[in-house]
T-cell receptor
């Protein structure tokens, strides 16, 4: 089966610019996650969707970050405006249920200059 | 609140030697425990997981881990390291109910010496 797809793989922007990342989960997976992985750290959950609904966004900086999952399939994560400290790898993962294994995409490496 | 501690951000072993990567957790409820591996410029791949049942868990690529409740540990081992094992390894814990949110450790980078 096809894995989790993410694009772009790399993005370089200047601070205060906007950026968007796209994720296509494994077909049929109802649960979708966005993680932020800063260099030298483990992934940190930003937001978790169950179908269209948000299950957990307690660690999402809502003043600049937003995410949506239209029709319960693809998802986009947006940062507006970006700060230097947003430089990280943004990982998308999906699972067939919250108690099931999470499958990760290759990530998008964001560099903010 | 749950947390994960991985002792040793960098571990070096010789090819053919035992691999031991340490993970300790804290959780107020019975946890689910995971080990993931991350190769350069790739996403995370599940090595093994403990949910319930047998406390010695076998995973892919010859890795195994043992859940020790009394020590709150879930250390990852492999009897004989291979060059292809060089990667970053992450331990994660989730609650066994609710949102099952994963909390990851800071990772251990394994280097295998020829």
């Amino acid at each position: 089966e096809a894995g989790v797809a993410q694009s772009p793989r790399y993005k370089i922007i200047e601070k205060r610019q906007s950026v968007a990342f796209w994720c296509n989960p494994i077909s049929g997976h109802a649960t979708l996650y966005w993680y932020q992985q800063i260099l030298g750290q483990g992934p940190k959950l930003l937001i978790q969707f169950q179908n269209n609904g948000v299950v957990d966004d307690s660690q999402l900086p809502k003043d600049r970050f937003s995410a949506e999952r239209l029709k319960g399939v693809d998802s986009t994560l947006k940062i507006q405006p970006a700060k230097l400290e947003d430089s990280a790898v943004y990982l998308c993962a999906s699972s067939s249920g919250v108690y099931n294994e999470q499958f990760f995409g290759p990530g998008t490496r964001l560099t903010v200059l | 609140a749950q947390s994960v501690t991985q002792l040793g951000s960098h571990v070096s072993v010789s090819e053919g030697a035992l691999v031991l990567l340490r993970c300790n957790y804290s959780s107020s409820v019975p946890p689910y425990l995971f080990w993931y591996v991350q190769y350069p410029n790739q996403g995370l791949q599940l090595l093994l997981k403990y949910t319930t049942g047998a406390t010695l868990v076998k995973g892919i690529n010859g890795f195994e881990a043992e859940f020790k409740k009394s020590e709150t540990s879930f250390h990852l081992t492999k009897p004989s390291a291979h060059m292809s094992d060089a990667a970053e390894y992450f331990c994660a814990v989730s609650e066994s109910s609710g949102t099952y949110k994963y909390i990851f450790g800071t990772g251990t980078r394994l280097k295998v010496l020829a």
